[in-house]
């Protein structure tokens, strides 16, 4: 299983930012696949969720309104569009897949190497 993300960069506060992950080796409809995000020094957090059996979705309540979970089962892939960005939202932002039908996590299985997002003031 292999999780491959793309889009990261720098972005100016109030500005947008689409992340991708396309993943492969694994069967996508069997799995809830999203995002994390990772500031040092404080715990990993989830930020969305989707499950590609029925595009149910899940939110953290910090990014919810600004952050959209999509997922496109032809090409195996989801995206995150990340709009409205503020500096707090600056991580490193990671992919993750788990073996389920139902958002949101419970304990992710399968990661991305992680792409950097920085939102400048």
């Known amino acids: 299983v292999q999780l491959v993300e793309s889009g990261g960069g720098l972005v100016q506060a109030g500005g947008s930012l689409r992340l991708s992950c396309a993943a492969s080796?694994?069967?996508?409809?069997?799995?809830?696949i999203g995002w994390f995000r990772e500031v040092p020094g404080l715990e990993r957090e989830e930020v969305c969720s989707i499950s590609s059996s029925d595009g149910s979705t899940h939110y953290a309540d910090s990014v919810k309104g600004r952050f959209t979970c999509t997922s496109d089962n032809a090409k195996n892939t989801v995206a995150l569009q990340m709009t409205s960005l503020k500096p707090e939202d600056t991580a490193d932002y990671y992919c993750?897949?788990?073996?389920?039908?139902?958002?949101?996590?419970?304990?992710?299985?399968?990661w991305g190497l992680g792409t950097r997002v920085t939102v400048s003031t």
């Open positions: 993750a897949a788990e073996p389920s039908l139902s958002v949101p996590f419970v304990d992710p299985t399968r």
């Open positions: 080796g694994l069967t996508f409809d069997d799995y809830v």
